[in-house]
């Protein structure tokens, strides 16, 4: 795959539909390390702010894409690492609402919320989707491991200061993991927070993909949705989103992934590499196998690898 290709899709998504995708910063820089996280481990843990890839060239492929008569329910904003990191993301919100009527959508951790900058350059999109996965500032630094410089009680207070200031739709999620906050107490102190954000929609997940730390372990699903009724009233699991890969442009770019798979085992980045495409269009089309039951994940040497199930 070719490295400087920062657009990738349309990749089904469980909330977006047919999501096109645009990568603003190199692979896992991020504010976060957090243990559940499918991309695996940070390797660049900052909190800086700077143009990470020339904005330019990010508009130039957009707009190629754009061009080249590509349908998406969203342009998003997301990729691999925190996408508010980059300090042209206001002028890429703007940009991509000049070229296209599709809604902007920014996938965020939530960080830098606090940040002015960061507030007035979302305040462009049209949908903003903030995590919120700990009620205090220890399980803050055990479950999402921060940069040194975000303090839990400055991130919420900016999470909930954004909520108020944001003309347009905050969809909240809150990922759940089981033995640690995965828990009614846990969750109880995450939902007093919440009371304080405004939000249209609170997603509830758990760890569907490999993650980044073994111990990352999903919630069973009865005991989510019980949790989730606890949270609020708002609160809703995320729904299956595979009907989306029923479509014909999916469905094809999903045989080809298994194609590839029955003639050997590969990794993620096997996988990307091999069929020319994105990392993140890869881990949808993996993460749709596993779910189906055709493939299924081995860790080997400290690497994941995917598998066709064998009758």
């Known amino acids: 795959m070719n490295e400087t290709?920062?657009?990738?899709?349309?990749?089904?998504?469980?909330?977006?539909?047919?999501?096109l995708g645009i990568d603003l910063v190199p692979h896992k820089?991020?504010?976060?390390?957090?243990?559940?996280?499918?991309l695996g481990r940070t390797t660049c843990k900052t909190a800086e702010r700077r143009e990470y890839i020339p904005t330019g060239e990010i508009l130039r492929q957009l707009k190629r894409k754009i061009q080249a008569g590509v349908e998406a329910d969203y342009i998003t904003l997301s990729g691999s690492g925190e996408p508010t990191l980059h300090s042209g993301c206001?002028?890429?919100?703007?940009?991509?609402?000049?070229?296209?009527?599709?809604p902007v959508a920014v996938l965020t951790n939530g960080s830098l919320l606090w940040d002015p900058a960061v507030r007035e350059g979302l305040c462009e999109a049209d949908l903003v989707v903030p995590s919120l996965d700990a009620g205090d500032a220890e399980t803050?630094?055990?479950?999402?491991?921060?940069h040194e410089s975000i303090v839990f009680e400055t991130m919420v207070e900016g999470l909930a200061g954004f909520s108020r200031l944001f003309p347009g739709e905050l969809w909240l999620e809150v990922f759940l993991l089981a033995g640690s906050t995965g828990t009614t107490r846990e969750v109880e102190k995450i939902a007093e927070h919440i009371r304080g954000i405004r939000t249209d929609r609170i997603h509830v997940n758990t760890v569907a993909r490999?993650?980044?730390?073994?111990?990352?372990?999903?919630?069973?699903q009865d005991e989510i949705v019980r949790l989730a009724g606890i949270l609020d009233e708002k609160a809703e699991v995320i729904a299956d989103y595979r009907g989306v890969h029923r479509e014909?442009?999916?469905?094809?770019?999903?045989?080809?992934?298994?194609?590839?798979?029955?003639?050997?085992?590969c990794t993620l980045?096997?996988?990307?590499?091999?069929?020319?495409?994105h990392r993140n269009e890869a881990l949808?089309?993996?993460?749709?196998?596993?779910?189906?039951?055709?493939?299924?994940?081995?860790?080997?040497?400290?690497?994941?690898f995917y598998f066709v199930q064998r009758d």
């Open 269 to 277: 980045d096997d996988t990307a590499s091999g069929l020319g495409i």
């Open 210 to 220: 490999p993650p980044a730390e073994p111990s990352a372990a999903a919630v069973p």
């Open 248 to 265: 014909e442009t999916f469905a094809c770019a999903r045989e080809d992934v298994l194609n590839m798979l029955k003639r050997r085992p």
């Open 29 to 38: 820089t991020c504010s976060y390390d957090c243990t559940y996280c499918q």
């Open 90 to 102: 206001a002028e890429i919100i703007r940009a991509a609402k000049r070229m296209t009527d599709t």
């Open 284 to 304: 949808k089309y993996l993460d749709h196998l596993v779910g189906d039951g055709e493939v299924r994940t081995e860790m080997r040497d400290g690497r994941t």
């Open 5 to 19: 290709s920062y657009i990738f899709g349309p990749v089904p998504s469980r909330r977006l539909g047919r999501s």
């Open 140 to 146: 803050f630094m055990l479950v999402n491991r921060p």
